[in-house]
């Protein structure tokens, strides 16, 4: 999911970083003080999350929770993740920084789209129903996700074509991990924290 320097074109890039400075500036303005410790908790699991990674092939597959950033943050989700992009990147080497505005628009943009698509109904439904709903979510997120990253190769050229192939199907697996992973975070914060899923629906 980190693309990495030197491998898309320049307009790509620029493309990338203005919608990526929009989505933070947005995020940044829903990042309400109470969001703050969520907000950080949720970058910090995605930094984790992301830095295992299963080799397939050529490429290697790992963890996101996008979709669980997004349900729970909304717009805050988008310099939530920068910040674990960020982080990767100069501390890891993972993705690069020229690319970190594509890469924060690949994975905070589906989190922010699925948080939009599923979260009134986890935040209004049953317990069932919100399960189900956050399932949904973190798969659609991860789909989003390969997604937006095989069309960032293939507008950088026609030779990424398979690689972008292999972007979408060797991540099938890791949607239904994330979908479980979130429908079980989602449960379990609706018991114990439920006030996550008000102070949103307040802040919208």
Known sequence: MHIVDGA???????????????GIALGLRALTVEK????????????????????????????ILNGLAGVILGWAAFPALFVGLLLQAVFFGFGGVTVLGVNTVNIALPAVL?????????????ALTA?????????LAIALTTLF?????????????????LVFFAHIP?????????????SLARKVKPELFHALEVAR
């Open 174 to 186: 890791v949607m239904a991990i994330e979908g479980v992973l979130t429908a079980a975070a989602v």
């Open 131 to 139: 399960t189900v709903w956050a399932g949904i979510g973190g798969a």
């Open 8 to 22: 898309l074109s320049n307009p790509v890039v620029i493309g990338g970083a203005v919608i990526a400075a929009g």
């Open 36 to 63: 703050i410790p969520t907000a950080g908790v949720l970058s910090a699991a995605f930094f984790v999350a992301s830095l295992v990674h299963v080799p397939i092939g050529p490429s290697s597959v790992h963890l």
């Open 114 to 126: 699925v948080g939009m698509a599923c979260g009134p109904f986890i935040r209004r439904g049953t």
């Open 149 to 165: 990253v095989a069309l960032s190769l293939m507008l950088s050229g026609e030779q990424f074509l398979p690689a972008a192939r």
